[in-house]
């Protein structure tokens, strides 16, 4: 996997950033909006979750502010990502529970993120890797699939793949693992017909479950 890890390093300025790269390099990784950001892209693409981020973030930075914003108009800023009233009311109860339990700061512990209502791993993991740089593994669709067709697990959904990877994935790789395969994920390695023929790993590959390829 160091190989893999090094060729994807080498390649990934080629490719276009996640909107996750994006925010937290805009918010000079300020953990609350990176939490934010995280809770917006659960089931919604890159190239909508920046700009409703972008347009939620220009009102509200802090949790105090996001709930000067009504339910509504959290929800007209962030449409048209995924679930979005759902995430409106996520969103203000989130930021209501950083100001009763943690002065509005987030927490940097993946247990104690996870206390917070409406946030799963994915989220919490990506808050402590991205935010405070501590390491954590976050496996979304883009990390079990590629994980899995490299023939590095196998495994049958994240969470599976997370235990996995905390087991066999070296330590070292695990803050940047998520951002590297993902960005791969977009860009290279899609769900279907992956570009196989420009793929830098291709050698290291094992192309489980492939059956078409560019």
């Not at 994006?22 to 909508?48: G, N, Y």
């Amino acid at each position: 996997m160091s190989r893999v890890i090094a060729r994807l390093r080498a390649k990934a300025p080629e490719w276009n950033p996640t909107a996750l790269a994006d925010v937290a390099d805009q918010t000079e990784r300020d953990p609350f909006r990176i939490l934010i950001a995280c809770l917006l892209s659960l089931r919604t693409k890159d190239e909508t979750t920046g700009p409703a981020a972008e347009r939620l973030f220009a009102l509200a930075r802090t949790p105090q502010t996001m709930l000067r914003l009504t339910p509504r108009r959290i929800e007209r800023l962030i449409f048209p990502v995924g679930f979005y009233r759902t995430k409106a009311r996520v969103i203000r109860g989130v930021c209501r529970d950083l100001l009763a339990r943690f002065g509005g700061k987030v927490p940097d512990d993946l247990d104690t993120l996870l206390t917070f209502k409406g946030v799963g791993r994915k989220t919490a993991n990506l808050v402590v890797t991205v935010a405070f740089g501590r390491p954590g593994i976050c496996v979304d669709t883009h990390v079990h699939r590629i994980s899995n067709r490299l023939g590095y697990v196998k495994t049958k959904s994240p969470e599976q793949t997370e235990m996995a990877l905390r087991e066999k994935l070296p330590k070292r790789y695990w803050i940047e693992y998520n951002d590297l395969l993902v960005s791969f994920g977009q860009n290279i390695c899609k769900p279907l017909s992956p570009r196989c023929s420009t793929c830098p790993v291709r050698a290291s590959c094992y192309r489980i479950g492939v059956t078409r390829s560019r």
